[in-house]
């Protein structure tokens, strides 16, 4: 069974830089079975999809993220990361990581909330 772990500091302040964890369990992230994505939801608003790294590594990135935002990973520890630079209130949000698997099925983690404040 596929399970996602979102893990990161919760509070942050404006400029400084989001760095989250998603902890994969129940399949390798380069076994070639799914696409790993970030997506959030801020207060109010739908989800927006982030950025995805494939399972040979390579990243996209919503355009509108693009300049701010950096997804990697770390094979060794079945993990895979988000980094969003020059964090403003408006990056306040729940934050999700997905596995969009071959199959067509999608694994969420639980969310984790970020709230970007002075």
């Known amino acids: 069974q596929v399970q996602l772990q979102e893990s990161g500091p919760g509070l942050l302040k404006p400029s400084q830089t989001l760095s989250l964890t998603c902890a994969v369990s129940?399949?390798?992230?380069?076994?070639?079975?799914?696409?790993w994505t970030w997506i959030r939801q801020a207060p109010g608003k739908g989800l927006e999809w982030m950025g995805v790294i494939a399972d040979n590594g390579t990243t996209y990135y919503s355009p509108s993220l693009k300049s701010r935002t950096s997804i990697s990973w770390d094979t060794s520890k079945n993990e895979f990361y988000l980094h969003v630079s020059s964090v403003t209130p408006e990056d306040t949000a729940v934050y999700y990581c997905?596995?969009?698997?071959?199959?067509?099925?999608?694994?969420w983690g639980q969310g984790t909330q970020v709230t970007v404040s002075s």
């Open positions: 129940g399949v390798s992230i380069t076994s070639g079975q799914s696409a």
């Open positions: 997905n596995a969009v698997r071959t199959t067509g099925d999608e694994v």
